[in-house]
């Protein structure tokens, strides 16, 4: 019906369900998992209660999604790019004294 979407409770279960049957583990689905995967109405109805980042927040599931100044810090670029990097080759090492700051 119209209303489904209106409870955010609704969308908590939509989304329960969605990660359960993807193994997310808390993990909000990407807006591409939520457009192929979700119900019919889903995606509408988070950009309703305020969009993905805060729908998130709102039920307590993570998001890859950084804040503004998160990104503003080399600290924090150094982290994330030796997280991938070790993703993707354990033996390679970034010198941030090589990165001409």
Same mark, same amino acid.
């Given at each position: ?13 939509e ?22 995967? $979700? ?15 805060k729908?998130?927040?709102?039920? $307590? ?33 970034i ?7």
């Amino acid at each position: 019906s119209k209303g489904y979407w209106k409870d955010i409770q609704t969308v908590k279960k939509e989304l329960d369900l969605l990660c359960t049957e993807f193994g997310l583990c808390g993990e909000m689905p990407s807006v591409e998992m939520l457009k192929q995967l $979700g119900p019919p109405g889903l995606n509408t109805a988070i950009a309703h209660h305020g969009g993905r980042t805060k729908v998130a927040e709102l039920l $307590g599931y993570k998001t890859q999604r950084k804040s503004k100044t998160y990104w503003g810090d080399l600290d924090n670029i150094i982290a994330e790019m030796q997280q991938f990097i070790m993703q993707h080759d354990p033996k390679f090492r970034i010198d941030k004294d090589q990165l001409g700051t």
